[in-house]
C-alpha cells in the first residue's frame, strides 16, 4: 500500500495511465486459462493410446532380429520410440489450443447476437413514449443519450437497445461484441428517464465509462474464453479422468489409480479456484474505475453519490468480496481514486501461483516440441536455450502484471510530490511466497517423461537456498524497477514521448528479470533431475525420507557454482544490465532538453495544461567528477589484481592453487562488487546526494575499467587458475565483474541512502530551512571536498604506478616454490586431458566428429569432467568414456618405425550408474591391445578408486605382458580407447602416456 497523502480534489490522476487494473487481471486470467489447458491436453494425450505406441515400439525393437543391442545405447532406443508419440502430443496440444482461441472469438462475435435474440432486445428509438419535456421541448431518450455520448467519448459509437417487457435487470448496461458496443437500457430504467432523469444520467456515465476504458471488450473475451475453456476443456477432462478411473483395465489397483487420478486432479482444482478468482476480480476492478471516470465526468453532481451510496453495502468480509462482482467500498472509491494506484501484494501473491503452477507444463511443452521438430540432436547449451525460452514464457507474466502496479503506483507517488515509493519490497516477498505456495501446490514436476513427486522436505532441504535468492532477487528487482520508473517520470515531459520511452523501459527491464528467474526456474527442474534420476515414488509425500548429507553438500556445490559462473555470466544478461546501467545517464540528457515544459498532464484525467513543477537541481550531473574518479579507482584495482596474479603464480605452483580456484575467482568478484558500490556511495554523498544517477553511472565506468584491466592482465602475462579466468575464457570473466558489480551497487547505494535517511531523523540539516551563512558555509565545504579528493587521487595515482612496476619486476627476484612435477606423457599431446577448459564442477561434453585438444572423438559421446565434480586420477581434467552413450576417443601419435614405447594411463569407473562394470578396449595402430573391465563397487566422487594400467590385474588376458610394451611400425600410430559399456557411466581414464624405451 503506498503510505502518502491524500490527492487534492483539482489533481485527479488517469485512470488509464499505462493501462488500468482490469487490462492486467485479464492478462492474468487469460494466462492461467492456457496454463491450465495445456496441463489438461498434456494429462489428456498421454493416454493409453501414446503409451501404448511407445510400448509397442520398444517391444518391436526388441524382438527384431536384425537389431544390434550392443551397438545400439538404450537411450538412443528410447528416443527413437519417443518421436512418434511426441509429434503427436505436440499435434495435439496444438490443435487444442488452436480450438480454444477459435471458439473463443466465435463465442465472443456471437454474444451480442444472441443475447440480443435470447431477451428479446429492439432499438430502443422504437420506444416512442420515453420523453421528457423541458418547457416547449420534447426530448426522446436516444436524443439525451446522444448527447450525453457527445460530451465524454464522442470517438465511440453506441447502440441503444432495451427489452420489450419489463425484466429481472433494472440498470443499464453495456455489452459488446467485435466492432460494435451495445448500450441496454432495461424497461424499468427508461421509467427512471421520465421520473429521475439525474439519476438516470448517472447511470448512464458509469456505463459509459466502460466504454472509455473499452472494460466491455475486455470482460466479454474474458468471459467467452472462460465459457469455452470450461466446456471443451475441463469438462473433457473430468469425462476422461473419470473414464481412466473406472473404465480403463489396468495392472494398478484401485487405490493407486485413485492416488494417480487425485494426483492429476490437484492442480487442476488449483487452477480452478485461481481462474475463478480472477475472473471476479476482472469484474470488479471494471466496476471500481467506471465509478471513479464517471465521478470525474459527473463533477459536483449529487446523484452518482446517491446512487453509489444506494449501491454501497458496507464493509464485507473478505469470502463475501471474494463471491461478489461488484467493488467493496464503492463511494469510498470515488472520494479516494488513488486507491486504484495501490500496490497490491495478493496479486503478486496470485501471479506467483499462477507461474509456479503453470512452469512445469511449459517447460514440459517446450521440450516435446524440440524432439517433435527432431532437435533433439542439438548440443547442451542449445537445450538449455530451449529450456529457459520455455521459462520465459512465465517470467513475462510476472514482469507485465508486477511491473505494470509499480509503474502506476509510482506515477501516482509523482503526482503527489513525492520521491519514494514504499511497499515494491514486499510485493517481492510476495511474489516469491507465490511461487512457493505454486511448487506446493503443484506437488509434482515433468522436466522430462519422468513424474517426479515432491516432498515436503525436499521443497525445504534442497529448494530452500533457491527459494531466498529468489525471494531477495524479486524484492531488490521490485525496487529497482521502481527507481527507474521514478527516474523516467521525472525527466519524460510530454504526453506522447512518455507512453514509448516508458513501454520500451518497461520491456527492458522485464528482460533483464525474465532471463534471471528463467535461469533460477530451469535450474530448479535440472537440479531436481540430477538428484532424483529414478524419480520419487508418490507415497513419499505420507511418510518421511531420509536426506543424505554428501548429497545435500554436492547440490548445493553445485547450484552456487551455476549461479556464481553459469547465470550472472551470460552476455544476454550482462548487456542488458549495462542498458539498465545506462538508463539514468539517457535520463538525465532527455532532462536537460525537455526540462523547460516541466509537467505530468498526461498523468492526469483532464489532460489539460496543469503543470506540477519541482524545484530544479543546480549541477545534476558532474560528468568530470564520475570520469576522473572511475579512471583513478579503476586503474588502482587492476594494479592490485596484477600484483595478485605475480604473486600466486611465481610464489605457489599451479598444482597447488587448484583446489582454491572458486575462492581466486569469486574473492576478486567480490571485491569488484564491493569496489563499485563504495563508488557509488562515495558520489552519491560528494554530490549531496542531489542526483542518484551521478553514483549509478560511476559505477558503471568504474566496473567497465575494471574489466578491461583485467582482461589485459590476463591477456599480457597469462592466466592459469583454471575456468573462467584461463585463457581465451577470460572475457567471461569480465562479464561477470559488470554483472555483480551491478548487484553490490545497488545494495550498498541503498544502504548508504538508507543510512542517510536514518541520520536525517536525529540531525536535521535541510537546506530548505538553513539560514544563507549555513548555505555559505555547506558551500565552501563541498570546495574543501573538491581540493581534498584531487589531492587524494595524485596519492593514488601514485600508488597504482608503484604496484605495477613492483608486479612486473616480482617474477625475476621471486624464485617459485618446488612445484607438483607436471605430468610427462611422452608422445601423447594433452595426455591429462588439461585442455580445454572445463566449467566448475561440471563437464564437457564432445560427440562423434568433434575435436578438443589433440583428441579427436570418432564414436558416440565422451565427458571430460572438472575435478570438483569427481577426484580426478591426475591434474584438473578426467575423461569419461561414455557420454550420452558409448564413445570411442582416438590420438595419432608420432612415433619411429621399429621404435618401442611403454604405454601406460590411470583407470577408474564413473560411480553414479551404482555398482556396474565398465569395459574399456584399447587399440593400437589398429590392432586390439586389451579390454579391460573396472568396477565401481565401493567408490564415489570422492574416492574414485584410480588404478594404474602398468599394474592393474583385472582384464581379458589377450597374450599381452605388463607394463604395455608396444611396437610402432609407421610415423603415424593411431592410440584409441573404445567403450563398451552403453548408457551415461563408462570407464574413466586419466594421464594417458606413451615413452619411447630409449628416452626412459
Not at 478411473?245 to 479456484?273: A, D, N, R, Y
Not at 505454486?438 to 529448494?463: E, H
Not at 549541477?619 to 579503476?634: A, C, H, I, K, Y
Not at 572423438?857 to 569419461?880: F, I
Amino acid at each position: 500500500m503506498i503510505k502518502t497523502a491524500p490527492l487534492s480534489p483539482e489533481l485527479r490522476p488517469n485512470l488509464g495511465a499505462f493501462g488500468t487494473e482490469t487490462d492486467r487481471r485479464l492478462v492474468l486470467l487469460l494466462f492461467a486459462i492456457l496454463a491450465a489447458s495445456l496441463y489438461m491436453l498434456h494429462v489428456e494425450l498421454v493416454s493409453t493410446f501414446l503409451q501404448g505406441m511407445f510400448t509397442d515400439c520398444l517391444q518391436k525393437s526388441f524382438n527384431h532380429p536384425g537389431l544390434n543391442l550392443n551397438a545400439m545405447a538404450p537411450d538412443g532406443l528410447l528416443q527413437t520410440c519417443s518421436i512418434v508419440p511426441e509429434r503427436w502430443q505436440t499435434l495435439g496440444m496444438l490443435v487444442g489450443l488452436f480450438v480454444l482461441l477459435s471458439l473463443g472469438l466465435l463465442v465472443y462475435w456471437l454474444f451480442p447476437r444472441l443475447k440480443i435474440l435470447w431477451n428479446n432486445l429492439m432499438p430502443l428509438e422504437h420506444y416512442r413514449q420515453a420523453v421528457i419535456v423541458r418547457g416547449n421541448e420534447r426530448i426522446h431518450i436516444v436524443e439525451f443519450l446522444e448527447d450525453v455520448r457527445a460530451t465524454y467519448i464522442p470517438w465511440v459509437q453506441l447502440r441503444y437497445v432495451t427489452n420489450r417487457k419489463e425484466a429481472k435487470q433494472k440498470l443499464p448496461s453495456v455489452f459488446s461484441g467485435p466492432g460494435q458496443l451495445y448500450l441496454f437500457v432495461p424497461f424499468h430504467t427508461v421509467m427512471l428517464f421520465q421520473q429521475d432523469t439525474m439519476a438516470f444520467r448517472a447511470g448512464v456515465l458509469h456505463e459509459l465509462a466502460h466504454c472509455y476504458h473499452k472494460d466491455s471488450q475486455k470482460v466479454y473475451f474474458a468471459r467467452a474464453m472462460t465459457l469455452v475453456f470450461a466446456l471443451v476443456i475441463l469438462l473433457p477432462f473430468l469425462v476422461f479422468m473419470l473414464w481412466s478411473l473406472i473404465v480403463v483395465p489396468t495392472s494398478l489397483t484401485p487405490l493407486v489409480k485413485i492416488e494417480f487420478v487425485c494426483s492429476q486432479f490437484w492442480g487442476v482444482l488449483v487452477m480452478m479456484g485461481l481462474i475463478w478468482l480472477l475472473y471476479r476480480s476482472v469484474l470488479r476492478s471494471r466496476e471500481a474505475a467506471a465509478d471513479v471516470q464517471a465521478s470525474y465526468w459527473a463533477g459536483t453532481d449529487t446523484a452518482l453519490a446517491e446512487a453509489l451510496q444506494r449501491l454501497n453495502r458496507g464493509r464485507r468480509s473478505w469470502w463475501q468480496v471474494l463471491r461478489s462482482s461488484y467493488p467493496d467500498e464503492r463511494e469510498l472509491n470515488v472520494q479516494q481514486p488513488e486507491r486504484l494506484f495501490r500496490l497490491r501484494p495478493w496479486e503478486a501473491l496470485a501471479t506467483g501461483i499462477a507461474a509456479s503452477l503453470s512452469l512445469p507444463t511449459f517447460y514440459f511443452t517446450v521440450l516435446t516440441l524440440s524432439s517433435a521438430l527432431n532437435l533433439s540432436t542439438i548440443s547442451l547449451p542449445a537445450l538449455i536455450f530451449l529450456g529457459i525460452i520455455g521459462s520465459l514464457f512465465l517470467c513475462l507474466l510476472v514482469v507485465i502484471v508486477v511491473g505494470q502496479m509499480i509503474w502506476r503506483a509510482m506515477l501516482l507517488v509523482k503526482l503527489q510530490g513525492g520521491k519514494h515509493l514504499v511497499g515494491t519490497g514486499r510485493l517481492g516477498l510476495y511474489l516469491a511466497l507465490g511461487f512457493v505456495l505454486g511448487f506446493l501446490f503443484s506437488l509434482q514436476f515433468t522436466p522430462f517423461l519422468i513424474y517426479y513427486y515432491l516432498n515436503w522436505q525436499i521443497v525445504l532441504v534442497y529448494f530452500g537456498p533457491w527459494l531466498l535468492a529468489l525471494a531477495l532477487i524479486l524484492a531488490g528487482f521490485c525496487r529497482w524497477l521502481a527507481l527507474l520508473a521514478g527516474v523516467w517520470l521525472e525527466v519524460i515531459e510530454s504526453r506522447r514521448m512518455a507512453r514509448r520511452v516508458s513501454a520500451v523501459n518497461l520491456v527492458v527491464a522485464s528482460i533483464v528479470l525474465a532471463t534471471v528467474m528463467a535461469g533460477v526456474a530451469f535450474l530448479c527442474l535440472i537440479t531436481l533431475g540430477y538428484l532424483f534420476p529414478q524419480g520419487i515414488d508418490y507415497h513419499a509425500l505420507l511418510r518421511p525420507i531420509t536426506l543424505q548429507a554428501n548429497d545435500i553438500r554436492v547440490f548445493y556445490g553445485i547450484i552456487s557454482q551455476w549461479l556464481a559462473f553459469g547465470l550472472l555470466p551470460l552476455p544476454g544478461v550482462v548487456f542488458i544490465l549495462i542498458v539498465l546501467w545506462a538508463m539514468p545517464l539517457f535520463s538525465w540528457f532527455w532532462y536537460r532538453r525537455q526540462r523547460s515544459t516541466n509537467h505530468y498532464g498526461w498523468g492526469l484525467a483532464d489532460r489539460g495544461p496543469t503543470t506540477l513543477e519541482r524545484p530544479s537541481v543546480h549541477n545534476p550531473f558532474q560528468l568530470g567528477l564520475l570520469g576522473e574518479t572511475s579512471l583513478v579507482l579503476g586503474v588502482f584495482f587492476c594494479a592490485l589484481f596484477l600484483l595478485f596474479h605475480q604473486i600466486s603464480l611465481a610464489v605457489v605452483s599451479v598444482e597447488q592453487l587448484y583446489p582454491y580456484t572458486f575462492a581466486l575467482v569469486v574473492v576478486p568478484l567480490v571485491i569488484a562488487a564491493l569496489w563499485q558500490g563504495g563508488l557509488a556511495a562515495l558520489l552519491y554523498w560528494e554530490t549531496d546526494g542531489q542526483r542518484f544517477i551521478n553514483g549509478l553511472v560511476g559505477a558503471f565506468l568504474l566496473g567497465v575499467v575494471i574489466a578491461i584491466g583485467c582482461f589485459f592482465v590476463y591477456r599480457l602475462f597469462g592466466g592459469a587458475l583454471g575456468y573462467p579466468v584461463a585463457g581465451d575464457q577470460f572475457w567471461i570473466f569480465c562479464w561477470q565483474v559488470l554483472a555483480w558489480g551491478s548487484i553490490g551497487t545497488y545494495a550498498l547505494l541503498l544502504g548508504f541512502k538508507g543510512w542517510q535517511r536514518a541520520k536525517s531523523l536525529f540531525v536535521s540539516n535541510s537546506l530548505e530551512t538553513a539560514s544563507q551563512p549555513v548555505v555559505d558555509q555547506l558551500d565552501r565545504r563541498a570546495e574543501s571536498r573538491v581540493r581534498d579528493r584531487r589531492r587524494r587521487w595524485r596519492w593514488l595515482w601514485l600508488v597504482s604506478v608503484l604496484l605495477i612496476i613492483i608486479a612486473l619486476l616480482l617474477p625475476r627476484y621471486v624464485s617459485k616454490q618446488a612445484p607438483t612435477a607436471m605430468a610427462f606423457t611422452g608422445i601423447v599431446k594433452d595426455g591429462d586431458f588439461e585442455v580445454p577448459v572445463v566449467p566448475i564442477g561440471s563437464f564437457n561434453e564432445y560427440s562423434a566428429g568433434q575435436t578438443f585438444s589433440a583428441w579427436t572423438v570418432a564414436a558416440g559421446s565422451v565427458d571430460l569432467v572438472d575435478n570438483q565434480y569427481w577426484r580426478s586420477g591426475h591434474g584438473k581434467h578426467s575423461m569419461d568414456m561414455d557420454g550420452n552413450s558409448a564413445g570411442a576417443l582416438y590420438q595419432d601419435l608420432p612415433t619411429n618405425i621399429g621404435g618401442t614405447y611403454i604405454l601406460s594411463f590411470e583407470l577408474a569407473a564413473n560411480p553414479e550408474c551404482g555398482d556396474a562394470v565398465k569395459t574399456l578396449q584399447i587399440w593400437w595402430g589398429g590392432k586390439l591391445l586389451d579390454q579391460i573391465q573396472v568396477s565401481s563397487h565401493g567408490y564415489n566422487n570422492q574416492q574414485m578408486g584410480w588404478h594404474n594400467s602398468l599394474s592393474y590385474a583385472t582384464h581379458t588376458a589377450m597374450n599381452v605382458k605388463f607394463p604395455y610394451i608396444v611396437q610402432a611400425t609407421a610415423t603415424k600410430t593411431r592410440l584409441e580407447f573404445i567403450s563398451l559399456t552403453p548408457g551415461y557411466c563408462g570407464a574413466v581414464i586419466d594421464l594417458v602416456s606413451a615413452v619411447e624405451t630409449s628416452t626412459v
